[in-house]
């Protein structure tokens, strides 16, 4: 791994990818190892390759890549780079976006810019360079991004200073000198006095740095020229024909050039955008022997959520709003399992599986929630319980929820072990807002199966509406401990970490895991705004 860092560092990331798939031999759970592959290869221009190291450092980390303080973070903005190069720019975004809320640094912030840009949201991507420029007022390469950001979104007289001020920092500076000239020359606002003059000015600036593309921003150059000093190549022409036996007697007229479109290099309206490489120093960091946070370089790994289906035969919950997070009028929406469906005709018994789960500390002045902790009921009359279920099940479909909660009732009475009829109470008493009433009805159900994802969301849920704010957590935080990849687990237990609780740190930690899941949740943008106000200064 040293000898492959020493190569990366040198610039020669096909010999350190080779050091870092001995080491991989070597330390196969070693997530670092193949953090470092994926970035020497992805240097080395092998993507597909650099995917495959990223997904395996990801699989060997887990839950801990979650947390801003496990050094394993840094994958985010190392699979976000990845997902620019391969054009996969809205993970790209998700994933830089999910980093640099925690890690505000020059490279951090320009990387997703970058990515705004690329997804079109113009405004973003210039905010998010400003912050860049903030972080590091003398970069070049950040003020002539600004500038193409600027004329993207329609402001050429912002553009132009950001290009001015970028050949402030850097006066041989190529691509700024050339995106200033074909601003004045193609962009230039009304209000602008002599554009075409400043325009000719700036491509001679330009061409004095001998470029590569000389001879296509000749012709514009000379173009320019005759339009606006006719009787400069007027006289070159006549003593050209002198030296060639042609008589001056006739009338001169200058030569027509065609206008070129200048290729090299463009992006929008011929504007040059060349982003870091990897070799600049504004290339991703890479990890340290003495550091345990080492930003590196992507690979998609955004899964949209889909709802589960489910096994059991409940009645919807009807979501309220939610406590909001603080510093962001923010109220995402708490979702529920769908569709109804019937009752099973045998219950599922279960045990919770014995995991360490994060500890909901108690917080004073939330109110706490005393368990009845029932035990499992005997089963009863089963097959005339459900035929009065299947009446009251009725009832609730057509939400008659009184003569339903009466039926549920009657099958408890038949059929004590009815898991179905405990739960459909629940969520009954749910429904109508008295969720202090629907609690003891989960208990029951959760008795019977404590695997049931239904009944211990709604559980958590009505706790939560109940105002019973940590012990809704514990129970959520039971809930996604079976099932990491229910959504709705995660959003609520953010919702609650963030508002009653105050701790946005655990907060933060679910809401990433909202935007993992599903990148494009109705609820995203607003989770976005949240996690950036609440990052670190």
Sequence with gaps: ???????????????????????????????????????????????????????????????????????SFVLYFNMGRLNLDRERVVDA?????????????????????????????????????????????????????????????KKPEEAITSFLQALV???????????????????????????????????????????????????IADELEAKLHPEHLAAESAATNL?????TNATLNPPVIPASPIKPHVVGPNIIVRAPSAGTTNAPPIMRRQNTRMPTVVSPNSATATKPSSSENTVVITPSTPATPPKKAFVPLATTEKPLVRGAKNSITATLPIKVRPKVP??????????????RPQVGDNERARKVFDKAYHHHKLNQLDEAIVGYREVLVLDPGFQQAHLNSAIAYHSRGEFKKALPSYELALAINPLSKISRYGFAQSLHRGEFYVDAA????????????????????????????????????????????????????????????????
Aim: aromatic residues 10%; hydrophobic residues 40%.
């Design 1 to 71: 791994m040293f000898k492959g860092e020493d190569l990366l560092q040198a610039g020669k990331p096909k010999e350190a990818a080779i050091q870092f798939e001995q080491a991989t031999q070597y330390l196969p759970a070693e997530w670092r190892a193949w953090n470092f592959l994926g970035l020497a290869r992805h240097r080395a221009g092998d993507l597909e390759g650099a995917d495959q190291a990223y997904q395996k450092a990801v699989e060997l980390v887990g839950k801990r890549r979650y947390s801003s303080s496990h050094p």
């Design 93 to 153: 975004q998700n994933q830089l976006h999910t980093y640099a809320t925690e890690e505000q640094n020059f490279i951090s912030m320009f990387w997703l810019a970058e990515a705004f840009g690329r997804n079109g949201h113009w405004p973003q991507a210039e905010l998010t360079l400003q912050s860049a420029i903030k972080l590091k007022p003398g970069s070049a390469v950040a003020l002539n991004r600004l500038g193409v950001v600027q004329l993207q979104a």
């Design 169 to 219: 920092c850097r006066k041989d500076f190529g691509e700024a000198q050339r995106n200033l000239a074909i601003t004045y020359h193609r962009h230039a606002p009304a209000e602008l006095e002599n554009p075409a003059e400043l325009a000719l000015q700036a491509f001679k600036d330009y061409l004095a740095l001998e470029p590569v593309d000389a001879d296509a921003v000749e012709l």
């Design 243 to 247: 030296l060639s036996g042609v008589s």
């Design 362 to 375: 108690d917080v004073p002045g939330i109110a706490r929630y005393h368990y009845t902790r029932p035990v």
């Design 474 to 537: 514990r129970e959520f935080e039971k809930l996604i401990e079976v099932y990491d990849t229910y959504l709705p687990g995660h959003l609520e237990l953010a919702i609650i970490y963030a508002g009653k609780l105050e701790m946005p740190g655990r907060a933060k930690v679910h809401y990433r895991r909202v935007l993992e899941l599903n990148p494009q949740h109705s609820e995203a943008p607003v989770i976005r705004d949240w996690l950036l106000a609440n990052s670190r200064p």
